[in-house]
């Protein structure tokens, strides 16, 4: 491994997460966000199709799914978690300009069902992740804990169980993760973090990533579809998923539900919202 992935991944094992890193141009990074767009002009408000912008967005949008293999990104994620990559789950993280929707502190790793701790979230900005357009925060460090859960009811919480930390969280020491279209974050399964309101007058638009290796197992042995994105899946662990053929697809749509079903019933299993 060459000195920047070295350092890379030290600063990632210190504080639990490490940005920025550049996956794309700005120019790239807003044909990304026009392509968005456009489907979501397209589902309008199909709460199953939009929906899908949250959950395993790469099983239905060819374009979520290049992303996901641009060597730009698995690069940097192959310094901490080896050579062979798959991706659990993606889902965009849109905040409307003015939105009270924010997200509370929490571990991502808490309800996903999986055995160990070899998954990284690549968050990619595709519009400005400001403090004012509310950036996602990171509590260095706070990656070597486990930390209680409680859910919550509110409608404005943007995570699947409406899920928070259950102890007060000291924010004097937390940093904002603060990113130009086309920049990208990484973090730790663990490390606790959160996001505010958008107070810009523009959408924060993030794509969440979440990469883990080929070695990792789930709990209760829940048959996890993945996709493969690099290197080689020696392990079997999960089934593999196709790569999308296109753009919402009916070969892909009707793949879909299974594989979100899936991963919807770990991360809700137990939970008060459905
Ligand atoms: O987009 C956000 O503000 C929060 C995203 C998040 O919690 C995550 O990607 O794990």
Not at 41 to 63: C, Q, S, W, Y
Not at 118 to 134: I, M, R, Y
Not at 218 to 226: G, L, M, S, V, Y
């Amino acid at each position: 491994m060459h000195g920047a992935l070295e350092t890379l991944a030290a600063g990632y094992r210190r504080d639990g997460y490490v940005f920025p890193f550049r996956a794309m141009s700005a120019t790239e990074a807003a044909a990304h966000r026009a392509r968005l767009e456009a489907v979501e002009r397209e589902i309008g408000n199909d709460p199953a199709r939009r929906k899908m912008l949250r959950r395993t967005a790469n099983i239905v949008l060819d374009f979520v799914d290049a992303i996901t293999r641009l060597p730009a990104i698995t690069d940097r994620v192959a310094a901490i978690l080896g050579e062979d990559l798959l991706v659990l789950d993606v889902s965009f993280f849109t905040k409307e300009a003015g939105s009270p929707n924010h997200v509370p502190w929490h571990q991502d790793l808490h309800y996903w069902g999986l055995e160990g701790e070899d998954e990284v979230t690549a968050w990619l900005a595709l519009s400005p992740a400001t403090p004012q357009s509310g950036c996602m925060r990171f509590k260095p460090g706070s990656h070597r804990q486990v930390v209680e859960h409680r859910d919550t009811s509110d409608e404005h919480n943007l995570l699947t169980r409406g899920q928070e930390l259950a102890v007060e969280v000291d924010e004097s020491d937390a940093v904002d993760v603060v990113l130009a279209p086309g920049e990208f974050s990484l973090h730790h399964g663990w490390a606790i973090h959160a996001s505010a309101p958008n107070r810009s007058d523009d959408r924060r638009i993030g794509l969440a990533i979440r990469y883990i290796s080929t070695g990792m197992m789930t709990t209760d042995n829940f048959p996890t579809t993945a996709m493969l994105v690099r290197g080689e899946d020696r392990h079997g662990n999960f089934t593999l998923a196709e790569p999308p053929s296109g753009v919402m697809t009916e070969r892909d749509l009707a793949r879909y539900a299974g594989i979100a079903g899936q991963r919807e019933a770990t991360i809700l299993k137990g939970a008060k919202r459905g």
